[in-house]
């Protein structure tokens, strides 16, 4: 009967023993970082506030033992972009291009991001085209348009701001130990590239969540 008791102990231990293990290896950890900088729209379509320029959120994970670790990374952010084209008589056509680009590192390399390491968060291309002043100047006689009233040229000019939110899960598979996880966000497009365009664009705020998760398979890896 001691024996039995004795057996039956043993038996406990080691089920309590494995439970606590692998309740180690798949429980999750969290970190975050973020700003608090925000873009508004003010007059003329215009920005304000904002993080100033092209800029990084930065944080830290520990991962655990065990294969499957994986790490579920969330740069989340608020982008704006405004553009400009502004057309006339001498200049019928007219076009901008202008984005936010976020890219992420993991201890300063791409190594274990699994699929893409950048993502497009916004993206905005504008064109102009018209032959509307050249009909006009050819209805009313003369060598080039212009405003009755001012004595102008004529010109059409659109003027386009918006604010919006994104976010993209970025999944990583990492060895264990501690990892800085990097996401920057950069401006990209033609940026205005003809004479009469311009561009502009905001971010903030933002914040970069990290939560440590497990796969639950007989190899712990993905398929991307």
């Known amino acids: 009967m001691k024996d039995c008791k004795m057996v039956a102990l043993v038996l406990f231990a080691v089920v309590a023993l494995c439970v606590t ?6 429980s999750g950890s969290f970190n975050a970082s973020g700003t608090s900088a925000a873009c508004a729209i003010g007059d003329g ?3 304000s506030g904002g993080a ?3 800029g990084l959120l930065t944080t830290t994970i520990q991962t655990s033992n065990g294969a499957g670790v994986t790490l579920l990374i969330r740069p989340s952010l608020v982008t704006g972009l405004f553009t400009e084209t502004k057309i006339s008589q001498t200049v019928p056509t007219e076009s901008a291009d202008v984005g936010i680009e976020v890219c992420l590192k993991i201890d300063g390399k791409k190594d274990g991001i699994q699929g893409p390491d950048c993502i497009v968060y916004d993206q905005r291309f504008q064109q102009i085209s018209t032959n509307l002043f050249s009909a ?3 209805i009313a006689h003369q060598d080039t348009c212009t405003d ?7 010109y059409f000019d659109l003027i386009l701001s918006t604010l919006s939110a994104h976010s993209y899960d970025f999944v990583a ?3 264990n130990g501690k990892h800085t996880l990097t996401a920057t966000w950069s401006v990209i497009g033609q940026q205005g590239s003809t004479p009469s365009s311009s561009v502009a664009s905001c971010v903030g705020p933002g914040v970069l969540t990290v939560t440590q998760t497990k796969v639950f398979k007989q190899n712990g890896t993905l398929s991307f």
Request: include cysteine.
């Open 21 to 26: 293990n692998a309740s180690a290896q798949s």
């Open 45 to 47: 379509g215009n920005f």
């Open 52 to 54: 100033a320029g092209e």
């Open 136 to 138: 006009i100047a050819s």
């Open 148 to 154: 009755p009233s001012t004595g102008l040229p004529c």
């Open 173 to 175: 598979q990492v060895p």
